[in-house]
């Protein structure tokens, strides 16, 4: 193995080690501090300002992880790109590609609902009225849509597929019942490796030889860096955030088993990585 790849998989090795932690003493903590607490919900109620739903934190920051952590690879390509082969470079567009792929199938969009909203739905999940006297009712997937939740008007009784976490939301519903994969801590693991093997890791090598590097550049670069390291360190935060006031232990075990399989996938076996 080249040095600089057996430097930086010990560096994203030593960053995911630290992610499992957090996750760990989170949801350690929330045992502790909530356990007279009966549901999940009951503890996301109690969130501080910082952690809850509503922070900017978590509107400007997590729920948009993926654009921030493609604004930093485009920024540490960029500023890397002179001293580095263009083969080089398109290899790690094309690991983005694939990484942004990845991200959508989960999360946003698989031919219909995301992999995520699938599981939901498999799993026994359905959409419910947010209030006592609302307009809707559930109404169990049926043999012909299996993937699909259904909310029917109370009057009418029409149903209405309901297969996603968006359209439930957008009928007056909310999600119940099924394995609700934690997102946030399957993208906050996805970008935090990522920026860790296509970032981090090259600004720290290429900053170690100033040797065709103007002053400029240099700057430039010790930006880029400190940018993304500050920004890994908000998803850090936010992971904590996460499994102190927001899911079980089984939606955040999976969510990170998702987010650590890309890093997995292309970086451990060697497919495509980095050289």
């Given at each position: 193995m080249h040095p600089d790849t057996s430097a930086r998989s010990r560096a994203a090795s030593l960053l995911l080690a630290s992610l499992l932690g957090i996750i760990a003493i989170g949801f350690a903590q929330s045992l502790i501090t909530h356990s007279s607490l009966a549901t999940h919900s009951s503890i996301a109620s109690a969130a501080p300002w910082w952690a809850a739903k509503r922070s900017v934190l978590n509107?400007?920051?997590a729920k948009v992880a993926w654009g921030w952590t493609s604004a930093l690879f485009a920024a540490a390509a960029a500023v890397r790109a002179p001293a580095r082969a263009p083969s080089a470079t398109a290899a790690a567009v094309l690991r983005y590609v694939l990484a942004t792929l990845y991200w959508i199938a989960m999360a946003r969009w698989f031919f219909g609902p995301p992999l995520f909203d699938r599981v939901f739905v498999r799993t026994g999940g359905s959409c419910l009225p947010t209030a006592p006297d609302a307009a809707f009712v559930s109404v169990a997937p049926s043999a012909s849509a299996p993937d699909a939740a259904f909310v029917s008007s109370a009057t009418s009784m029409t149903p209405a597929p309901v297969a996603s976490l968006q359209a439930?939301?957008?009928?007056?519903?909310r999600w119940v019942g099924g394995h609700d994969v934690s997102g946030h801590c399957f993208l906050l693991i996805h970008s935090a490796l990522f920026l860790a093997e296509e970032a981090v890791a090259p600004l720290l090598a290429v900053l170690s030889d100033r040797r065709h590097a103007s002053p400029a550049l240099t700057t430039a670069r010790r930006a880029a860096l400190a940018a993304t390291l500050a920004l890994v360190g908000v998803w850090v935060f936010m992971l904590y955030a996460t499994a102190r006031y927001f899911?079980?232990?089984?939606?955040?075990l999976s969510g990170t088993v998702l987010g650590v399989s890309y890093w997995v996938a292309l970086y451990q076996s060697g497919v495509l990585g980095p050289a």
């Open positions: 509107t400007h920051g439930c939301r957008a009928a007056g519903g899911h079980g232990i089984h939606e955040l």
